[in-house]
Structure formats: C-alpha cells, structure tokens
C-alpha cells in the first residue's frame, strides 16, 4: 500500500537558518504530493503541492519538487521565522481514491 | 481556497455521554468526507469516509457503533462520539474535497480546525 516517511523530529532552528524536512514515499503510479502545516491548536492547512514529477510547489517561502526518481518531496525554506514553528505533514493521495497518506508529521520550533 | 468549518472547536464532556461534531463546507458541496483522529504528537489516523446520502466506510479498527458518522447533505457531516470514555479523548479533524476546483484530480483536501474532544 501507500505510505509516507518523514524525517524525524523534532527540529529546533534559529531564525533565518535554513530548513530542510525529508520526505519519501512508496506509491503505485502517479501520486499526487502535498505538504500540510498544522499551528497549535488547529487544523491543517495546505501549505504546497505537487502533481507530476519534476513539478515544483511553493508557497510563503517553502518549496518542495516532486523527484520520481528517488520518490521524495523534501521540504526546504531558505530563512525560517519564528511563525513558522508548527508541525508539518507530508502527504500523497495515490491508488485509495480520496485519501491522503500521510507521514508522521514533523515538529518545527524557531527560535528568535 | 475552499473553507470547512468544524463546531466546536472545543468541547468537554463526562464519560457515558453522547457528543456530536459537525464538519460543514461553506463554499462548495462535498459528496466525500473524511475524518480523521490525531493523537497527541502523532500524525491523523483516518476513521472513516463520509458520503453523502449512503453508509460511511469506516477503516479496520474503528468501532462503527461508536463513531457515528452520518452525511445528511452535500455540506455536512457529523461525527458522533456515543457512550464516551477518557480513551476517546483527542482531536478530532474532519477534511472535504471540493469538486470543482480541480482536487477532484489532484486529491487535495481541504481541513477543518479540528475539535478537541476532553472526556472526564
């Protein structure tokens, strides 16, 4: 079946370090790729997709391309803030129709 | 982007008491719900797909009879947590999907804010 790995956490940064958050995947197919950001106490909010290989999302600063190849979709910011603290989600919809699969979820703090 | 609403966001409750959740979309119509469960620093664990108009479809583990999930229209679904114990006690996230945006293809959900279930 589908699944999803991410790195472990949690991870502590100094702001404007840069960020990188391991993801990869096993899939059938062609998957759809998404990261979530969920900030205490609330739900989850889509931060960037990516829906074929080579294909890059991005979105406040945060990128990640979808790599067939070595199946990842690693996420990277070049100069974290403290608002980013929060935990991320790495996810795929694939073979289920209609389901996310997603990873353990990583905790991000940013500290000033 | 599509919005989902969930009420409450927050609610407490005694053990043997029935709570109920609502999941509703406020800009689209969603045929599909999901809902989800998240454990304290774990990822969501899905509980049960939610269709509108039939039966959901509860994944392996989950006690039917005790997550009631019902869809009575293409904006709404309710999660209800029967005879509740301090084991059920978590945060609760239900997701939709909004048919015409394009994540009918591209698998994109959209959450709720989630409602954090206390059992005493």
């Known amino acids: 079946g589908d699944s999803v790995t991410q790195m472990e956490g949690p991870v502590t940064l100094s702001e404007e370090a840069f960020l990188t958050i391991n993801c990869t995947y096993t899939?059938?197919?062609?998957?759809?790729l998404f990261w979530y950001v969920q900030y205490p106490g609330e739900g989850l909010q889509l931060l960037l997709k990516?829906?074929?290989?080579?294909d890059k999302g991005s979105n406040k600063g945060f990128e990640a391309t979808y790599r067939k190849e070595t199946t990842s979709f690693h996420l990277e910011k070049g100069s974290v803030q403290v608002s980013d603290s929060a935990v991320y989600f790495c996810?795929?919809?694939?073979?289920?129709?209609?389901?996310?699969?997603f990873g353990q979820g990583t905790i991000l703090t940013v500290h000033p | 982007g599509a919005v989902v609403s969930q009420h409450p966001s927050r609610v407490i409750c005694k053990s043997g008491t029935s709570v109920k959740i609502e999941c509703r979309s406020l800009?689209?119509?969603?045929?599909?719900m999901f809902w989800y469960r998240q454990f304290p620093k774990k990822s969501l664990m899905l509980m049960a797909t939610s269709n509108e108009g039939s039966k959901a479809t509860y994944e392996q583990g989950v006690e039917k009879d005790k997550f009631l999930i019902n869809h009575a229209s293409l904006t709404l679904s309710t999660l209800t947590v029967t005879s509740a114990h301090p084991e059920d006690s978590s945060f609760y996230i239900c997701s939709a999907r909004d048919m015409g945006q394009g994540a009918f293809i591209t698998g994109e959900l959209f959450f709720g804010e989630g409602s954090r279930l206390t059992v005493l």
């Open positions: 990516a829906t074929k290989a080579d």
């Open positions: 800009d689209f119509q969603a045929t599909t």
């Open positions: 899939a059938t197919g062609y998957p759809s």
């Open positions: 996810a795929l919809s694939g073979t289920s129709y209609g389901k996310l699969t």
